[in-house]
């Protein structure tokens, strides 16, 4: 079945340090990925998605490319804020069946001034 | 106004209690999905819906119920409630994009 790996946290980092979460995926067929942020108190927002190979999806400063040959989703910014802290999730869409998101089991992040 | 919303937003019960957790959206989307997440654990599937007359188990729905009243609405319901069964729960809907989108969620406490 499908399943997404994504780095242990809870990660902590200096305001605008560089972030990198990493995440992996085994899924058959041609899933769609996504990385969900979840702010204090809050659902899940979507952060950005990638529907095919080689799509990168961006928002907000983040970045992440959907890499078949490594099976890779990669979270990534240039410059975190205060304001970024939050648990991440990593997930997949299979294209098939319920359609369901398969998640990862979230990382936390916390940037500190 | 949200366009998925959640009641109530936090509950607490004791073990054998009924409880119903209601969903309601106004994106107009037929699919409908209720997870639940625990620390470590990331989120799991409980229900899905396609429309009014489809109803799935998903990978974790003993314990649990569901009912479609209508396209825009999708509660779930604990029979009887044990403390397994404190979590946070989601609802969310999806069209026929690959997103989902999520209310805000409940947070359940059984004692």
């Known amino acids: 079945g499908n399943s997404v790996t994504q780095m242990e946290g809870p990660v902590t980092l200096s305001e605008e340090a560089f972030l990198t979460i990493n995440c992996t995926y085994t899924a058959t067929g041609y899933p769609s990925l996504f990385w969900y942020v979840q702010y204090p108190g809050e659902g899940l927002q979507l952060l950005l998605k990638?529907?095919?190979?080689?799509d990168k999806g961006s928002n907000k400063g983040f970045e992440a490319t959907y890499r078949k040959e490594t099976t890779s989703f990669h979270l990534e910014k240039g410059s975190v804020q205060v304001s970024d802290s939050a648990v991440y999730f990593c997930?997949?869409?299979?294209?098939?069946?319920?359609?369901?998101?398969?998640f990862g089991t979230g990382t936390r992040l916390t940037i500190i001034p | 106004d949200a366009d998925v919303t959640q009641t109530p937003r936090n509950r607490i019960t004791k073990t054998g209690k009924r409880i119903m957790l209601e969903c309601s959206q106004t994106k107009g989307h037929d699919r409908m999905y209720w997870y639940r997440q625990d620390p470590g654990l990331g989120l799991r599937l409980i229900y899905y819906?396609?429309?009014?007359?489809?109803?799935n188990k998903g990978e974790i729905s003993d314990g649990y119920s569901v009912s479609r009243q209508a396209q825009a609405k999708f509660s779930l319901s604990l029979e009887s409630a044990i403390p397994n069964q404190t979590a946070l729960y989601f609802c969310a809907t999806k069209s026929t994009g690959p997103e989902q989108f999520f209310g805000p969620g409940t947070r359940l406490t059984v004692l």
């Open positions: 819906s396609f429309d009014v007359k489809d109803i």
């Open positions: 990638a529907t095919k190979a080689d």
């Open positions: 997930a997949l869409s299979s294209t098939f069946g319920n359609e369901k998101l398969t």
